[in-house]
């Protein structure tokens, strides 16, 4: 069975840009969960998607979203980059019968905001 | 929200030691605690994983122990390896069903 894939690997923007991160879950997992990762500062999270729908959702500021479409895959997207925003960017699958039980993490996306 | 802080921030232990990592956390609706690992430059992966309802679970040279009137739960690895060097994550889950993370325990095994 794959595992949860992340694409692209690395992003490198400039302040101001947008951005789009790819995730796919493991086949038959319906839920998706975002988390930034940081040095120092843990998995600090995003949002998580059940069934195309939010079902829940962090502490960061409008100018991150995200999605999912009904094959599960979803994208999360940062406009108006900052400097801040670098970070390693990890979605997690779950079976989603609980929210946030056994979580199989991507790779994850790294980004550098310049 | 819930708010969970884990300590020690790094800890340096002789190959066979045993090795103790130990979170608090806020929300006492909080029922779900696992526990993940992160070798450098990989994923988080779940090593461990306890319910409110238990107080104590193991898994061959990993155990978790929680306390609930004292909201802290605690990882313990026996016999470390090498190959237990990696970060290592608690987490709770708080009473909307999001999962909150301690800032993590780098945990290094010196042989």
């Known amino acids: 069975k794959a595992g949860v894939t992340q694409t692209p690997r690395y992003l490198i923007k400039t302040r101001g840009q947008q951005v789009t991160l790819s995730c796919s879950p493991i086949?038959?997992?319906?839920?998706v969960s975002w988390y930034q990762q940081t040095p120092g500062q843990g998995l600090q999270f995003l949002f998580e998607?059940?069934?195309?729908?939010?079902?829940n959702k962090g502490n960061f500021p409008g100018r991150f979203s995200g999605r999912q479409f009904s094959n599960s895959r979803s994208e999360m997207n940062v406009s108006t980059l900052e400097l801040g925003d670098s970070a390693l960017y990890l979605c997690?699958?779950?079976?989603?019968?609980?929210?946030?039980?056994?979580?199989?993490f991507g790779s994850g996306t790294q980004l550098s905001v310049l | 929200g819930e708010n969970v802080e884990q300590h020690p921030s790094t800890l340096s232990v002789q190959e066979g030691d045993s090795a103790v990592i130990k979170c608090t956390y806020s929300d006492s609706a909080s029922n779900y605690f696992p526990w993940y690992k992160q070798e450098l430059g990989k994923r988080p992966q779940l090593i461990i994983d306890i319910r409110s309802n238990v107080g104590e679970k193991k898994d061959q040279r990993i155990a978790v122990t929680l306390n609930k009137t004292a909201k802290h739960f605690s990882l313990h690895i026996t016999e470390t390896q090498p190959e237990d060097s990696a970060v290592y994550f608690c987490a709770a889950s708080d009473s909307w069903g999001k999962l909150q993370f301690g800032a993590g325990t780098q945990v290094v095994v010196t042989p």
């Open positions: 997690a699958s779950s079976l989603g019968v609980a929210t946030n039980e056994k979580l199989f």
């Open positions: 998607y059940f069934s195309e729908t939010q079902r």
């Open positions: 086949s038959g997992h319906r839920s």
